[in-house]
Nanobody, 125 residues
């Protein structure tokens, strides 16, 4: 059974840090792109960061550059999102998506193959 399971969310104060994990089972990341997306109530989904497994390029949305870092551990089939200096506007449900065809500016995938359920991040001021 194919699964993507996120963990590591929680509630922190502004300026705090969290590390999110996305662990895959039933398949390997291989040359897929793996992205972290977020969605807050009433807002549209936003691509936050992704690794393009085809060329190992990494992309971030402007609002998280310098604060968030995406990394992968292929031995554990896990992708991480290290989030520092969190802000209240980072509050959202964060989930990972596996797919292909990364658009480097809009952080969208041409094809989405798998998606996790997400983990909630809440940042208080």
């Amino acid at each position: 059974e194919v699964q993507l399971v996120e963990s590591g969310g929680g509630s922190v104060q502004a300026g705090g840090s969290l590390r999110l994990s996305c662990t895959a089972s039933g398949f390997t990341f291989g040359r897929y792109a793996i992205g972290w997306f977020r969605q807050a109530p009433g807002l549209r989904r936003e691509g936050v960061a992704c690794i393009d497994g085809y060329d190992n390029n990494i992309y971030y949305t402007d609002s998280v550059k310098g604060r968030f870092t995406i990394s992968s551990d292929n031995a554990k089939n896990t992708v991480y999102l290290h989030m520092n200096n969190l802000k209240p506007e980072d509050t959202a449900n964060y989930y990972c998506v596996v797919g292909s065809g990364v658009h480097p500016t809009y952080l969208t995938f041409l094809t989405e193959k798998y998606r996790g359920q997400g983990t909630q991040v809440t940042v208080s001021s």
